[in-house]
């Protein structure tokens, strides 16, 4: 019987066949924890006497929500971490270097790799076809102490996407258009994986919007097969050597696909205060924005400032609506100043904030008012997520957020399209 | 394991966002204080009102987003002995055994604000005693019943000294 890519993978963690609904013991590859999970994950582990580390060169402590740290309980929780990784060699992410889900893909994550990580957003690695989850303090806890944790085996839904995306259309729009179809519990403790000739095309920064994503529709993880572009994205980090092709058996049976045809999708928003509240542009068109922010693990990549700044160029934000813009790691950070982009964002009225979490979380760089409204490229616009239960919080790609902050207003990107 | 208690009703896809806001991450180490605003951002009045022994209701999908154990580890410091909803994020599923707080799947639509209910652990129901009625609770799997029972998953590693569960482990 054909293998999924979960299927494949975590057989290979448990050391044995595996099939959906079961559940194994499976080895843990990576792990990660941040500033808001790290500090009750550290607790556990020294109420228990196990303040270690199984693999301490792939366990990471990111300090990124709350980075540099806005008040003294959280610069205390930062110092929880850094003792902990000078005690047990755990890597330490300190303050500017960036948001977990960036780094940990850009330096540690492989093919085949199981990643465990407190922090929901952690599927991202999905993209680089690693089984990549997220759980709470406690479970990855124990699964930095022990190099293991358990798992229920998920099924999987097969996200088929054919036909080429239109100029002014992007991977964000694919993925807020699924959910819009699947609903954010469409594939609640299940794995998604991505496939078919759109995204075997696609680069590797719009691969991982698609997977980081995936737990906004309730999924496990959003698993991609890895291919020449994975190869190239590793070689382009230094890790050629560890890459390993892996995807789907032919055979493999889904519980479900879905299909979408890439071609037939317009820019697509999500409304408060649900990811799958989607519309496309032309019915979202016209909503006084406030705030645009650009950014975060799930639109804060290179390619994704280069297509804002693409139309951002020679143009000013809307003297009504501020513009943020977090580059998603030092690094790209770095090389959108060597691009331009940066330049461009500033002369524009944008206002750079340094690389992390940034406004994402509600905890500081730029909580909105009361009845504030604001267009967001991150990846969830749940009430009060942004600091104030008053403020309206819509998404949108990268193309979407700078079109906006020149108007004003939810706008359509492909009106400045050259 | 017999638990009784008044019924909080909260509607579908109560986040994290609404169970622990971002604007207290700076209380995520000072759980008493954290567990003052527990789900305020759903009903303001919840976390002065709330009883020992009480019971969260959800609808559909509760606990969605973060992955944040906090959540409910404070639905736990308030008060609450079990929290039931029509469907449960996975984070937040998993992360309630953890921390020792039952995470109950049934039908909610027949459970009303304030209803005095009887849960029966164990025996997989729900006496609803305002209504004179009982619901069945679908059963966890049996690694989070093991986990429960051994009051959560640190509770559990400092029993057995180790992930120490009925799993469908290879074939030798």
């Not at chain 1, 991977?171 to 403790?189: E, F």
């Not at chain 1, 590797?204 to 994503?213: A, G, K, P, V």
């Not at chain 1, 092709?245 to 045809?261: K, L, M, N, T």
């Not at chain 2, 006496?127 to 009625?133: F, M, R, S």
């Amino acid at each position: 019987m054909g293998k999924t890519i979960a299927e494949k993978i975590l057989g290979e963690h448990a050391g044995c066949e595996v099939r959906p609904g079961q559940i194994h013991i499976v080895t843990v590859d990576v792990a990660l924890v941040q500033d808001g999970t790290g500090p009750l994950a550290v607790r556990q582990l020294q109420s228990l006497g196990l303040e270690k580390a199984a693999h301490p060169e792939r366990t990471v402590l990111f300090l990124d929500h709350a980075a540099p740290s806005p008040r003294k309980e959280l610069s205390n929780d930062h110092v929880t971490l850094r003792k902990f990784a000078a005690k047990t060699g755990a890597v330490l992410s300190e303050v500017g270097d960036g948001v977990c889900h960036q780094v940990i893909n850009e330096s540690y994550v492989n093919p085949g790799d199981v990643l465990i990580g407190a922090d929901s957003h952690t599927c991202t690695g999905g993209a680089l076809c690693a089984f990549s989850t997220g759980m709470g303090s406690t479970d990855v806890a124990i699964g930095i102490a022990l190099g293991k944790t358990w798992m229920l085996i998920p099924p999987t839904i097969r996200v088929e996407v054919t036909g080429d995306l239109t100029p002014g259309v992007y991977s964000k729009d694919i993925i807020l258009h699924l959910i819009g179809t699947i609903g954010a519990d469409g594939a609640t403790y299940k794995a998604l994986e991505f496939g078919g000739p759109t995204v075997d095309g696609m680069e590797q920064s719009e691969r991982f919007t698609l997977s980081n994503m995936a737990v906004e529709a309730g999924a496990k993880t959003g698993l991609i097969a890895s291919d020449d572009v994975t190869r190239e994205y590793l070689d382009s980090r230094g890790r050629a050597a560890n890459f390993r092709e892996i995807g789907p058996d032919p055979d493999a049976e889904y519980e479900r696909v879905v299909d979408i045809d890439a071609s037939t999708l317009a820019p697509t928003v999500s409304f408060p205060h649900t990811v799958d509240n989607t519309r496309t542009i032309d019915e979202a068109k016209g909503v006084k924005i406030d705030q645009v922010v650009i950014g975060t693990c799930t639109n804060g990549r290179l390619h994704d400032l280069m297509v804002a700044a693409s139309i951002l160029r020679g143009k000013h934000r809307h003297p009504g609506t501020r513009l943020i813009v977090i580059p998603a790691s030092r690094e790209v950070y770095l090389e959108a100043i060597r691009a331009g982009y940066i330049e461009t964002f500033v002369e524009a009225g944008g206002l750079i904030v340094n690389p992390g979490c940034g406004p994402c979380v509600g905890v500081h760089e730029g909580v909105l008012a009361d009845g504030e409204k604001c267009l967001s490229t991150q990846n969830r616009n749940f009430h009060g997520r942004m600091g104030n239960p008053k403020g309206e919080i819509y998404l949108g790609s990268p193309a979407t957020a700078a079109a906006t902050a020149i108007k004003g207003e939810l706008a359509d990107p492909r009106e400045f399209l050259s | 394991m017999i638990l009784k208690g008044k019924a909080w009703k909260f509607g579908d896809d109560i986040s994290t966002d609404h169970i622990a806001p971002g604007r207290y991450f700076h209380l995520r180490s000072n759980l008493p204080e954290l567990a003052k605003h527990v789900l305020e951002d759903a009903d303001a009045e919840f976390a002065g009102k709330v009883q020992k022994g009480d019971f969260v209701v959800g609808g559909n999908n509760f606990g969605l987003g973060s992955s944040r154990e906090h959540a409910p580890t404070i639905i736990k410091v308030a008060g609450v002995s079990a929290v039931m909803a029509k469907s449960f994020a996975r984070i937040f599923f998993r992360n309630s055994i953890n921390v020792g707080l039952p995470a109950l799947i049934c039908d909610t639509d027949q459970i009303d604000p304030a209803d005095e209910l009887e849960v029966d652990l164990t025996g997989g129901k729900i006496q609803n005693k305002t209504k004179g009625t009982v619901i069945e609770f679908t059963p966890l799997p049996i690694v989070m019943v093991e986990i429960l029972q051994d009051g959560g998953l640190a509770e559990h590693v400092r029993k057995h000294g180790d992930l120490d569960l009925s799993c469908d482990l290879p074939e030798e």
